[in-house]
């Protein structure tokens, strides 16, 4: 989202209004409050007016599933695929709980429908676009050559017709409420949220998977795979057992100690709220939540936006 | 380059050692600490240490020039090919006053060399780079088509041999010294660097172009035309007359106006030092700047680092 917001407007907490970046693509006039105040969770002002990067809407896009009979495999693929420059403008990881939870979503949702059972096994779903139809073929073909020759990539299917690609993507656009599902009575889950740096996506994507087995809790893993960010749903009933609880937040506690080990960020999109400020100065060590700090009492000395949050 | 910092380690005015980001692609986790260090020219603390994106080297490169019989149209040729999503790794756009001034600088520099005088035309520099070599050549093709078809572009050469892409480029990469060679004495120059929305590109530039010529000053303009961003050399010599110094400012101050009436920025990738402060109330109104001023006053409030820079 962030490399997408070109300026924006804010109102600070004295009631100034501030105008932060400008239309041009890049700028070094000053410093960058554009980025200062996204994300920033309204603990430094409210913004009232956001530019946009637009792109064009792409000529050709090919959707694409595949399987991998291992997860930590399926993960290393995309690594690959990015360490080999082709690309991709989705790409989207799915663990064999997630395919569990869609095929059953599906079943009771979907009466006399079409979709078909998915196999159930981690899978990949990837978007390739661009203005070329010769390039977007080739850049499937590069990937399933990829995927096959060094990862057991199989079962690979494509599509360009729309319809034909929001049925195929249909099993991740429906994940969430399809893993609230997998739990009947489920009103709500905790939904982990980390990123971390390509080269240990694997590990911590395959890692935390092993975890929620061990635990014995229902947790689907998936993950935006290009960006090494991935999320588990676990989803939580009222009256559930507090033994139950304490192994759902230890699943996030886990994979988040993981993640800030191996260089990533305890919220890849999520953000930090009350719940993650614990992790701030693990993640950054005391001195960067003392910069925070200092930024948040240069702009907001009485702290009187949305107080709590990010900052204690 | 603020695209390709994912982290980085600073030392504040009050001693602290912080961390700023992670070597996750994407994180939102607090403040983006690591975008308010870019560029903030040593005034909130000392950068000691910095995490930068890597990239694979491209397998398949071709680097392309043609010309155009209008600098207007070369400029609208690049926001074409941008609207067509066509991926162009480099492209950079020398105006006529820029070719002359090469092909003087190669002929008294190189004593027998074999690098042959350009057509003295507005011309593009383009590389076009990828994984597949059937991909970069298709965006060379479609390039040409777009450039030649509706806006006038010809003589385009291609290459893929790395030291015939250097020779292709060098008119390029000489720029500089080139454009000092003109004004024979001249040991500086007044370097201009605005960057504006891609749409309004080819105004601006040869609205510049047209100012150096009718204030009769020496000023080859070049632009990173894919960002929208341009510069003018305006060499100056120990000596120069008031007059001519004046009409060499005015070019500059002429160009920031446009530049901001257009909503772009005063500086797109050398900063603001002391020169360019006047401009940011313009830029950002008064409530920008007084931002500006609460994060230096949170980060810096005895005025230690770099004093006077970005913030009187």
Redesign the interface.
């Known amino acids: 989202m ?2 997408n917001i070109l300026g924006l407007e804010c109102v ?1 907490p004295d009631g ?5 970046g ?12 554009t ?2 105040m ?3 969770e309204g603990t ?1 002002g409210i913004i009232t007016n956001v530019t946009c990067k637009l ?2 809407i ?2 050709h896009v090919i959707a694409a599933v595949c399987v991998f009979d291992d997860l930590y495999q399926a993960a290393e693929a995309v690594a690959a695929l ?6 991709v403008a989705r790409c989207e990881l799915l663990d064999e709980s997630s395919i569990v939870a869609f095929n059953q979503y599906n079943e009771t949702r979907n009466e006399g429908a079409c979709i078909e059972p998915m196999e159930v096994k981690p899978t990949l779903f990837l978007e390739f676009q ?3 139809a ?2 977007v073929e ?2 499937a073909t ?1 990937t399933e050559s990829i995927f096959a020759g060094d990862y057991g990539g199989s079962n690979f299917r494509y599509t360009s017709d729309e319809a034909e690609r929001k049925d195929l993507w249909s099993a991740r656009h429906n994940l969430y409420y399809a893993s609230l599902a997998l739990r009947p009575g489920a009103e709500g889950a905790v939904l982990t949220d980390a ?4 080269s240990k996506f694997a590990e911590l994507v395959s890692a935390t998977a092993e975890d929620v087995k061990e635990k014995g809790v229902i947790g689907p893993c998936f993950g935006h795979a290009a ?3 991935f999320h588990c749903i676990l989803p939580i009933i009222e009256g559930d057992s507090e033994e139950y609880l304490a192994n759902v937040h230890q699943v996030n506690d886990n994979l988040i100690q993981r993640t800030l080990a ?11 709220g009350y719940g ?1 400020i614990k ?2 100065v693990q ?3 005391p ?6 700090r ?6 907001d000395p009485l702290n009187l936006m949305n107080p709590g949050k ?2 204690e």
Do not use: F, W
């Open positions: 962030r490399e600070l100034t209004v501030a105008k932060c400008t239309r041009a693509l890049k700028s070094s006039a000053g410093y960058d409050l980025s200062l996204t994300g920033s430094l792109h064009p792409p000529e990015k360490l080999c420059d082709v690309p661009g203005a070329s010769t390039a080739e850049q590069m990123c971390v740096p390509l960006d090494g960010n191996a260089g990533g960020t305890c919220t890849g999109e999520h953000g930090v993650k992790y701030l993640q950054y060590r001195g960067g939540v003392h910069m925070m200092m930024v948040k009492q240069g702009i990010i900052i």
